[in-house]
Every structure is written in structure tokens, then in C-alpha cells.
């Protein structure tokens, strides 16, 4: 009996930007979407992972990230939600100050402040962050 090699899990290469206030992880959710996520997405081509963190969180909370602070926290390797069985996904996050007003834009439908007990409100790669950065002491 001959077995055929499964072929690999579809793996989604993302980005995120992380900003706490006050103990609470910003998060967003587009419509129609059940669970939270981080404002971010995929790299466009050519872009770094601080250009497209960049990109992504003027799309789609209206900030300009400040180029010179932008800083790797974690990468996560998880679940992929919403996705095909076996799908993962490795999110970059990265923090960096920023200038303007956290605003929706674009498709997000909604933003909120998540701490450590509402996680189950997020995705999964986002309740791995969440975790971390609670034993950090860094979301409450």
C-alpha cells in the first residue's frame, strides 16, 4: 500500500500593528466577520514590514505610524480563522507610535479595546498575543 504525501498547509503571511492603552489591545473586526483581529494584512510586493504595517494602519484606523519607532514585538504562529482546515497564519506584530486619531476607515466596522479576559472575542492568532502580553503585564 503506497501512502501519498499530504501536501503542506497553506500558510497566510500577515502583519499587524499592536497598540495597548490603558491595558487594552486595540482590535478591529470588518463586516461580517465574527471575531476580532489586529489592524494589518498582507504586504503589498516590494514593501517592507514596516511600510506595510504603516499601510495598513492608515487603511484601516486612519493613524500615520512613525517610521523610526516601528519595532517587532512577537511573531505568532496559529490557526488561521475563517480559513480552510489546516490553514495557518504568521502574523508579524509590531508597535509604533503614532500621529492622528484612531478612526475606522475603509472595511473595518468596528474597533474595540480588548483586555485578557475577553479574548475569546478575537481570532486566535490575536488571543496568542493577548496572552503573551499579559504575562508580560502589558494587557490586563
Given at each position: 500500500m ?7 498547509a ?7 500593528w499592536?497598540?495597548?492603552r490603558e491595558g487594552?489591545?486595540?482590535c478591529v473586526?470588518?463586516a ?17 514590514d ?26 505568532i504562529?496559529e ?20 500621529d492622528?486619531?484612531?478612526a475606522?476607515?475603509?472595511?473595518i466596522?468596528d ?7 475577553e ?10 498575543l493577548?496572552e ?9
Amino acid at each position: 500500500m503506497s501512502s501519498t504525501p499530504s501536501s503542506p498547509a497553506a500558510v497566510i503571511d500577515a502583519l499587524a500593528w499592536v497598540h495597548v492603552r490603558e491595558g487594552r489591545l486595540l482590535c478591529v473586526r470588518t463586516a461580517g466577520v465574527d471575531l476580532f483581529y489586529l489592524p494589518g494584512g498582507k504586504r503589498e510586493p516590494g514593501e517592507s514590514d514596516e511600510e506595510a504595517v504603516a499601510r495598513e494602519a492608515r487603511e484601516e484606523v486612519s493613524v500615520v505610524l512613525r517610521p523610526d519607532t516601528v519595532r517587532r514585538v512577537a511573531v505568532i504562529d496559529e490557526v488561521a480563522h475563517a480559513q480552510a482546515p489546516g490553514t495557518r497564519v504568521r502574523l508579524s506584530c509590531h508597535t509604533a507610535e503614532y500621529d492622528g486619531d484612531i478612526a475606522v476607515d475603509n472595511e473595518i466596522a468596528d474597533l474595540a479595546w480588548i483586555g485578557f479576559a475577553e479574548r475569546d472575542r478575537c481570532a486566535p492568532a490575536v488571543r496568542r498575543l493577548i496572552e503573551l502580553l499579559h504575562a508580560e503585564g502589558t494587557v490586563r
